[in-house]
């Protein structure tokens, strides 16, 4: 009998995706056997989210990273770091926002989600732009804060959002990517940031990275990891509920990527099972060098 089965509860066989409401993914032996170790000792906490950030950093091709409980709740600590720039976000301004100008988020028409609300809990306003450049160029005001781009299905009738990024810098407008579902492929941990220039980019820990489920990674500029940590948890403020344990932010001792539960070894391991036609996809096109 199952853990579940002791609760009454029956597994269940997940036809679907890596659906949050069907628990995620299914975490390598690797990675659980990583969470055991990590758990077994006391350590500092915030020490460890640097270390662990510098280090998923490297691996991922990126200036820094953060480890969040989740991909929304990486939306809300970025978010509310990118209002209070060029400014140190200050914890307890939120969702008051007193001294914070930069009030408003703008996002595409036909990216509007249910995840809206990660923005709205900063405090921010969510200011609607039709899906054309013309309208998001219109939307800008010196209380823009940022553009959320969700990628993925949501962003089909969007503009290019190459284009979309071109006329954010040309306002100096942040551009931050809710890619939480949208790996593999693996590339995507630094397409999103060192290819298209993106300011920063959340990802989801528990689908296709195959890591707990209660856990995400923001990848991005310095300026905006360092707005992250000073918002997360421990510290008193809007970051407080989001805590990450130590078992969530454990990484490779050995220095190689590939051994990483995080990066190649998350994605190799879900390709191996896949069919052959798709594993040789996964080969050529996924496992790319971290």
Known sequence: MSIYEDLGIKPIIN?????????????P???LEAMNAAAGSFVDLPLLQTRVGDRIAELTRNEAAFVSSGAAAGIVLAVATLMAAPNEPDPMAYPMLEGITKNEAIVFTSQRNGYDFAIRQTGASIVECDDTLES??????????C???????????SPPIEDVIAIARKH??????????QIPPVSNLWHYTKVLGCDGVVFSGGKGIRGPQAAG?????????AGCRRLSSPTQGIGR?????????????????ASSPITTKAIGLFSRRWSPRNRRMATSRFISPV
């Open 241 to 257: 509920p989001m805590k990450v344990g130590k078992h969530y932010r454990w990484h490779s001792r050995s220095g190689s990527a």
């Open 29 to 31: 032996r690797e990675v």
């Open 147 to 157: 553009l959320v781009w969700f990628a993925g299905a949501l962003a089909v009738k």
């Open 136 to 145: 998001f160029e219109s939307a800008i005001t010196e209380r823009t804060a």
């Open 172 to 181: 100096r407008v942040p551009v931050l990517v809710d890619a939480a579902a």
């Open 217 to 225: 990674l923001v990848l991005g500029t310095r300026e905006l990891i």
């Open 15 to 27: 036809a679907s995706a890596t659906l949050t409401k069907l628990g995620g993914s299914r975490m």
